[in-house]
């Protein structure tokens, strides 16, 4: 009963917000570990049996199916997890292929949705504080913007919408990249 208190918290709070999301602590590997998961599970499980599966704290696990919801590769029915045909098509690729189709799942997701644009509209690059702070993306303490350093390195720097000099600890739109 506890994680179906966790699903209907979490669907609450998916559903106040604006367009599809993706939490900062959520990296590709946790997505593509969660459609591996659902492909073993016959491509349909309840959340409490992912969660007895993975071994994983529900509200993470709750985090990772939001990602994967927004990402469209999983939907979320009647408490039951079920990979869409993109889950499915995703679970068949390799590494290279998975890369290629999050590189076009993302551009429509928050918050990289916003964080391209932003640094897109930029002529100079910015630190990651600097980005934090301009859109909002999470708190001022060191903890916070390391996840949100890590979440741009996980997710835009290896789709290719960003490069990243560590010398400088600077994100600037990737040269080629087109926004559309």
Not at 135 to 153: G, H, I, M, N, Q
Request: charged letters at 25%; aromatic letters at 6%.
């Amino acid at each position: 009963m506890v994680i179906y208190g966790f699903v209907n918290k979490w669907l609450d709070r998916v559903l106040d917000q604006q367009g599809p999301r993706c939490p900062l602590q959520v990296t590709p590997a946790m997505v593509a570990g969660l459609v591996e998961v659902l492909t073993l599970l016959k491509n349909r499980a309840d959340v409490a049996s992912i969660v007895s599966e993975v071994g994983m704290e529900s509200g993470l696990v709750l985090e990772i199916l939001e990602a994967c919801e927004a990402l469209g590769l999983v939907k979320i029915d009647q408490g039951d997890a079920i990979l869409t045909e993109q889950g499915l098509s995703f679970s068949r690729r390799r590494y290279s292929g998975k890369i290629k189709m999050l590189r076009e799942l993302v551009r429509n997701v928050e918050p990289f949705k916003s964080i391209i644009h932003h640094i897109g509209s930029r002529k100079e690059p910015l630190t990651v504080e600097q980005l934090c702070r301009e859109l909002k993306l999470c708190d001022t303490d060191p903890e916070s913007v390391s996840r949100a350093k890590s979440f741009l390195l996980d997710w835009l720097v290896t789709t290719g919408y960003l490069e990243y000099d560590g010398e400088a600890g600077l994100f600037k739109q990737r040269r080629g990249v087109k926004l559309s």
